[in-house]
């Protein structure tokens, strides 16, 4: 077997002198401790160390006074391994061998079939003298670790960053993750978790949860967002989205993002990604709201502005459709301020609470508020969804074409005209309303 010498710069003088002090000894008659009676193994290893290979053990081993064969004990091996190497505790982490000065406890001092003199045949055998196996045993391993490559991200002696990495986390994960390194610095938006450390989410060696999370999706993202957790999970009315496989997943990236609140896209088209068809909801049908935006012009000013959360809550609610706020469920409902709260969020509560006005509404029958009366009801107050699309219609002022009353389309037949307009829906017989007809009373009183 070819055999190495192992030495540093410092040890290539003590090999010479070594050598030389051998020579000496042979001159005067004395033995080696290296003989084919004592230590014969010694120096037949692949890796030998330098003071072995010329058989010099004395610099290490000290006699004891008027003894042959009994030596010192080596109190501090480090301190005597420094007499040669350059010290390994220099930087602000230190392997706790090192720290203590026990190089030995992987380095074998005379000689190993292993680089570096290790004890173990692998350098992962040797970690895992002292580290748990377990680190690796998990259903999800990173394949550095499974391989045993503990090397490719840790220093074994000293090291300026934690857990004695040679490099910063994310330094380290894009030597292999270049694509996320290119996404990393061509994003809008970061993930701050992300940002600051791949393993704020993913264990660097293994785990049980898919991509080596610490736990799967959504329970990874509520050890941050403990909010969201309280909403998602004690909201009457919870988002359907939350069901699919990848839970958060699904509308939010976890490392970069090209919206804000990490979105995949911006916030209505992430919404039409999935109610682009008719959806089942506790046995009714949900609006495809893909189509109906895409065949009607007239959007309500939320729709106008993209923004779906400007009346959803979109992780989940106690209200119906999981509005932000409150709104009635019914097609009547008894008119309270408090019943409304999402439309008074825009729109001035007085639009339904003034009986008559010049200026509130242009839905008036001279100064007769009109919204006043069909909407501000002790018993069968009709909804404003009653006569107004709430996302998108043809009409203008979002007026519906029909609205389902039981299992009837109720038709509206809204027409507008130039000072007012006439309806004749299913609810009553044909009306009409003028806005002309106070300021025509006006002038003839006048004249």
């Known amino acids: 077997m070819k055999r190495t010498v192992v030495y540093v710069p410092i040890a290539i003088a003590f090999f010479i002198c070594g050598l030389s002090t051998k020579l000496i000894a042979q001159e005067k008659g004395k033995e080696s401790c290296i003989t084919a009676k004592c230590h014969v193994s010694f120096g037949k290893a692949k890796y030998v160390h330098g003071p072995v290979a010329v058989s010099e053990c004395a610099p290490c ?36 061998p090192v720290a203590k000065g026990e190089c030995t406890s992987c380095h074998d001092p005379h000689q190993s079939n292993q680089q570096y003199q290790l004890k173990k045949s692998t350098l992962s055998e040797l970690c895992f003298s002292c580290h748990k196996r377990d680190l690796i045993k998990k259903k999800y391993a990173h394949s550095p670790a499974a391989e045993g490559e503990c090397g490719s991200c840790h220093t074994p002696h000293t090291s300026d960053k934690p857990k004695l990495l040679s490099k910063t986390v994310n330094e380290l994960c894009f030597q292999c993750h270049s694509d996320m390194q290119d996404n990393f610095a061509s994003a809008k938006h970061l993930h701050k978790p992300a940002a600051e450390s791949c393993v704020n989410c993913h264990n660097p060696h293994s785990n049980d949860a898919k991509f080596m999370l610490a736990k799967d999706a959504p329970d990874q993202c509520f050890s941050c967002h403990a909010n969201i957790e309280n909403q998602v999970t004690k909201s009457l009315v919870k988002h359907k989205a939350l069901d699919n496989e990848r839970k958060c997943l699904a509308c939010h990236s976890p490392h970069d993002a090209p919206h804000i609140k990490q979105l995949k896209d911006e916030p209505m088209s992430l919404c039409t990604s999935c109610h682009n068809n008719e959806l089942l909801k506790s046995g009714s049908k949900l609006t495809d709201m893909k189509e109906l935006f895409d065949k009607n012009i007239d959007w309500h000013g939320p729709v106008r502005e993209r923004d779906c959360s400007g009346c959803h809550q979109v992780h989940g609610s106690d209200n119906f459709r999981i509005l932000a706020q409150k709104y009635p469920s019914e ?110 009373m006006k002038t003839e009183t006048n004249e």
């Open 61 to 96: 081993h000290k006699l004891l006074p008027n003894e042959k064969h009994k030596f010192q004990s080596i109190k501090n091996v480090g301190e005597l391994c420094y007499t040669c190497h350059e010290s390994m505790a220099t930087k602000t982490t230190v392997h706790s």
């Open 331 to 440: 097609f009547y409902a008894p008119f309270s301020a408090e019943k409304y709260e999402l439309c008074f969020n825009c729109h001035q509560p007085t639009l339904v609470q003034d009986q008559n006005t010049t200026t509130l509404t242009n839905f008036r029958d001279g100064n007769r508020n009109l919204h006043y009366l069909h909407v501000n009801k002790k018993v069968k107050g009709r909804t404003c969804r009653s006569c107004h699309e709430t996302h998108a219609s043809n009409n203008a002022r979002h007026i519906r074409d029909a609205v389902p009353f039981g299992q009837w389309t109720l038709p509206i037949k809204f027409e507008k005209e130039i000072n007012g307009g006439k309806c004749s829906p299913g609810c009553h017989a044909p009306k009409e309303y003028n806005r002309k007809i106070v300021e025509t």
